[in-house]
């Protein structure tokens, strides 16, 4: 199986908060990343925390990540149509410092 | 204006052939990574090369091969021993460990192999 888990499907109004939630395994990653994927595209680096903080906000997105639950989220406040895409949460490994990848969150933005 | 190539976009190829797949970066990155994506799937490491001249597995190297001749560029070949090569591919680079992030990684936008 994997070992970041990602719900697979959201589905948001325009204008609403979005909340995407990741759950990784591996207690001693380093850095924590959102990635966002727009159809037949590459990835796009969103933004990351470090394993030492628990909030990090850029413009209209919060990232929370709880270690103890090893649960990392994304928030989108004020989500636009252009926010449509698979986002994916991804964790450095400890073993050998790769990244582990979710199998992606399709957000769906409806009007 | 710094970023990852890949080419081309799509590409078909016959079952029993080899077939590269192009990736080319200016970002004066040490580090060079293929990916593979299925649908529904997390990305997939497939090979990696933190140093010009040396590169290593991945998770699901066999059926693949690559080079590391150019810092610039990271071919990937999809040999006839890949039991199900059609996917999309994804390369992408990073800083080494000793010049920056190197878990920060930038991709490139996808090549998309379809084998009949």
């Known amino acids: 199986g994997e070992d970041v888990e990602q719900s697979l499907f959201l589905s948001v109004r325009e204008g609403d908060s979005s909340v995407i939630n990741c759950t990784y395994t591996?207690?001693?990653?380093?850095?924590l990343y959102w990635y966002k994927q727009e159809p037949g595209a590459g990835l796009q680096l969103l933004t990351y925390?470090?394993?030492?903080?628990d909030m990090k906000q850029d413009q209209r997105l919060t990232v929370l990540l709880n270690k103890k639950d090893k649960h990392l989220s994304l928030r989108i406040a004020d989500t636009q149509t252009g926010d449509s895409a698979i986002y994916f949460c991804?964790?450095?490994?400890?073993?050998?410092?790769?990244?582990?990848f979710g199998a992606g969150t399709t957000v769906t933005v409806r009007a | 204006d710094g970023g990852i190539t890949q080419s081309p976009k799509y590409l078909f190829r016959k079952e029993g052939q080899n077939v590269t797949l192009s990736c080319e970066q200016n970002?004066?990155?040490?580090?060079m990574y293929w990916y593979r994506q299925d649908p529904g799937q997390g990305l997939r490491l497939i090979y990696y090369s933190q140093i010009v001249n040396d590169f290593q597995k991945g998770d699901i190297a066999e059926g693949y091969s690559v080079s590391r001749e150019k810092k610039e560029s990271f071919p990937l070949t999809v040999t006839s021993a890949q039991k199900n090569p059609t996917a999309f591919y994804l390369c992408a680079s990073s800083h080494g460990a000793l010049t920056g992030n190197v878990y920060e990684q930038y991709f490139g936008p996808g090549t998309r192999l379809t084998v009949t």
């Open positions: 970002l004066n990155h040490d580090a």
């Open positions: 591996d207690s001693s990653s380093t850095y």
């Open positions: 925390i470090f394993s030492n903080m």
């Open positions: 991804a964790e450095v490994r400890s073993n050998d410092y790769k990244l582990s």
